[in-house]
């Protein structure tokens, strides 16, 4: 369970960053035929096909994130 003063700096941190939900949609899943990961990590495809959908960067020092290809990668090293 969480720590109320926990629950106050969250709310408050999410109040002032604009942070977006990035849904698992059918775009999501259509998308993690167009990734390429070097693993099968399921957890990860789903990060990388988000990513591809959404058109976002993902920020990681994760090797196997950085080595995938079909969506855009910033390494975070």
């Given at each position: 369970?969480?720590?109320?003063?926990?629950?106050?700096?969250?709310?408050?941190a999410l109040s002032?960053?604009p942070?977006r939900?990035a849904?698992?949609?059918?775009?999501v899943?259509l998308?993690?035929n167009?990734v390429?990961?070097?693993?099968?990590d399921?957890?990860?495809?789903?990060?990388a096909?988000s990513?591809?959908?959404y058109?976002?960067?993902?920020?990681t020092?994760d090797?196997?994130?950085?080595?995938?290809s079909?969506?855009?990668?910033l390494?975070?090293k």
């Amino acid at each position: 369970m969480l720590h109320p003063d926990g629950a106050r700096w969250i709310a408050a941190a999410l109040s002032q960053i604009p942070f977006r939900e990035a849904t698992i949609t059918h775009e999501v899943m259509l998308a993690t035929n167009q990734v390429s990961l070097p693993q099968r990590d399921p957890a990860d495809r789903f990060l990388a096909a988000s990513a591809k959908a959404y058109d976002l960067t993902i920020v990681t020092a994760d090797e196997r994130l950085i080595g995938g290809s079909g969506y855009k990668v910033l390494a975070n090293k």
